[in-house]
Nanobody, 128 residues
């Protein structure tokens, strides 16, 4: 059974940090590619960061490079997103997603349409 449950969202001032977690079922945690996406009000869903689990390679959107870090905790079947130096434009609903059968080229595109399984999301609000 595939299950993804996000936590860790909240409200923070600009410059602050948050750490998002995604508890994954064993089936979803074994996916070839896992990632974080976000959707702001009135905008489409966009890729934030992905990890190609086969080779443990990470990819980031240009807007978050150097500020966000995606990682996995294999002991806890958890995907995390450490967010530092947060900006008001980072405000969005953040989603965890899994693509069970992926490849290097697909995973690095950070394209939402490539992902089959999604969590319910956790809200992040950054005030100026």
């Amino acid at each position: 059974q595939v299950q993804l449950v996000e936590s860790g969202g909240g409200s923070v001032q600009a410059g602050g940090s948050l750490r998002l977690s995604c508890a994954a079922s064993r089936d979803s945690y074994s996916s070839d590619c896992m990632g974080w996406f976000r959707q702001a009000p009135g905008k489409g869903r966009e890729g934030v960061a992905t990890i190609y689990t086969v080779a443990d390679i990470t990819y980031y959107a240009d807007s978050v490079k150097g500020r966000f870090t995606i990682s996995r905790d294999n002991a806890k079947n958890t995907l995390t997103l450490q967010m530092n130096s947060l900006k008001p434009e980072d405000t969005a609903m953040y989603y965890c997603a899994a693509d069970p059968y992926s490849n290097y080229a697909t995973c690095r595109r950070l394209a939402p349409r490539s992902f089959d399984y999604w969590g319910q999301g956790t809200q992040v609000t950054v005030s100026s």
